[in-house]
């Protein structure tokens, strides 16, 4: 079983920088294929943020955040990170890693173990 634990989140003012890391462990020696952020604000369904996989060309942004968000991964330390800059108030929201065990893909659908969520709020 992999689990994973966001770290990171808190509270910044626009145009701040925040890193969120999310840790897993693994179990069997399963290694996720994808990982990826998503988020939640209040009143709005949950989105996806950015997803990577095991390959270089498997990375997504959503629109509202390129330029501006850097999802990276490091397998060997088990680590994934997400670097925001330039946050705005609409990237307020709790932000939950996700792992696929199967393949790359950008909707929750695809993504079998999820994090507890953590809190991002960015004021004016």
């Known amino acids: 079983q992999v689990k994973l634990r966001e770290s990171g989140g808190g509270l910044a003012h626009a145009g701040d920088s925040l890193i969120l890391h999310c840790i897993w462990s693994?179990?069997?020696?399963?290694?996720?294929?994808?990982l990826a952020w998503f988020r939640q604000g209040l009143g709005k369904d949950r989105e996806i943020v950015a997803a990577i996989g095991r390959i270089d060309n498997e990375i997504y942004y959503t629109d509202a955040v390129k330029g501006r968000f850097t999802i990276s991964r490091n397998n060997g330390r088990q680590v994934m990170q997400l670097q925001m800059d330039s946050l705005e108030p609409d990237d307020t929201a709790v932000y939950y890693c996700?792992?696929?065990?199967?393949?790359?893909?950008?909707?929750?659908?695809?993504?079998?173990?999820w994090g507890q969520g953590i809190g991002v709020s960015v004021s004016s």
């Open positions: 693994e179990e069997d020696s399963i290694t996720p294929y994808s």
């Open positions: 996700a792992a696929s065990l199967r393949t790359y893909g950008v909707a929750p659908e695809y993504y079998d173990r």
